[in-house]
């Protein structure tokens, strides 16, 4: 008898005790993901899953059935922020409320082995050198490097096609090409020919490190099960490769680099007597944001615009009216300031072709108005709260045929500018607030300096063979193939692909 009060007396203090926990995972004002009758690190699981096999079904699912802000539970364990009034709101929210430094820090750490003695010196003076030298006025010099490595890749591929049309996989072609005029950009033309050689050992390195990044992002795996995994071992390894490489780089000098981002932070890091493991650190990151994602989005880009009928005579008359093409030089100025079809064509590409996600911790309790209608809908997100602006979700699910890519859709409007207004504040294939890409400066020119040389130079048709594919949605209900994305890079920027496309390319007519 005694037996038998006891162990109902633990039953019942074990049951009010799951009770409480599994309320402390619900915040106040805010749904939880999944069926209320399942364990919360279920429905956590089952949104991974859902997340996986469809990122942008699952997204809009979630904004239809939960509204502007839902909470998935651990292991995501992230309050997911769907309305741009919310993402708004947490980009206007103060450092002191919604810190994004002590994540980037601790991303810097974990991901790229940063080992920083003192965080202020890269809060205050490495981060804002970064900031700066990624602006248009110091970038100058880079903009005509890009283009002198990119034409002469134009340029062999002009000798190939001279007696007539020669198949390339575009993907491959287009990447190879980027990445080494966005090295030439960033890096000179002196680490370029340290790192090339014929197998292209140095890109596949940086393919290997970015394929691993998203399960080592993703914090699901302690660091000291790495060695043990796959997948984080090959990033480990690739990541020591890729730094032993900066780090002779840093040794000596950054030989053929007088001036520019890469220099100066170098410099400083070295004046503060920090190892020169610690500056390839966090070259690292500049190298790794840099070259996994522009030639990709510049991929897209070439699928969608070399395929839009009537789209590339438009795109050259353009291009020739502005003068930024003239001989072997390039105006970065004209190419920026006259071209507005093309700058439309990339802000449609970076909004359908980007998964961005803007990551904030709650250092103390803070209120958000999420609510895109007039009347405000306030809620809390507690403190130490890891707080997720989804900012693909208004990309997809707030205009007119959002699926179709719209060459003209960021055009300027010669009558009424509120939809232009309302189209550009939502665009957020950058980022925004303190978490905005630096590097958004660099790699709009260098899309366009490709896409200028790429179509002055070439005429371009698809080789058939759809089925190793997926159908693209365009303006006018046009149907045209590009190569399969992969989705497993969900908030890392730019989608790459899983395998190439072949087209026939000959010299313009």
Partial sequence: MALDLTSSLLAFVLSFWLLKIWKSWISKGVPVYGSPYLPPFVRGAQAIVAMSANEDAFLVSLLNTYGPVVYIPWPMGHYYILSSKGINSVFAA????????????????SAFGLRARDPRFWTDTIYPMHAKGMTRTHLVDSFQKFHHVFASKVDDLRARAAHGSVEIDLVQWVTDAVFDAGLAAVWGLEFVKRVSDPTNAFHKMLDRFDNSFPIVASGLIPPFLYPLVKPTRDFTQSRDALKRILSVFVQDGTPGLDDGVIYDITQAVMREKFSPDDAASFLLTILW??????????VALFVRALQMSGL??????????????????????????STPLMMSCIYETLRLETSAISFRYAKEDHIINVSDDPAPRHVLLPKDAFVMAHLRVPHIAAHDKSAQWDPERFLPRTGDQEELTTLLKEFRGFGGGVSMCESRHLAVPEMKTALACFISAFDVEPVEDTGSMEEIDMKGGLKVFGPRKDRSRTGLGAYHFVGGMKVRVSLRK
Wanted: charged share 30%; no cysteine.
């Fill in 94 to 109: 103060p450092e002191k409320s919604l810190t994004f430094t002590s994540f980037r820090l601790k991303m810097t750490e």
């Fill in 289 to 298: 944001a840099l070259q996994q994602n522009t030639p990709f989005a510049t």
């Fill in 312 to 337: 590339v005579g438009r795109l050259r008359a353009e291009l020739e009216a502005s003068g930024a093409l003239r001989g072997g030089d390039i105006d970065e100025s004209k190419l920026h300031d």
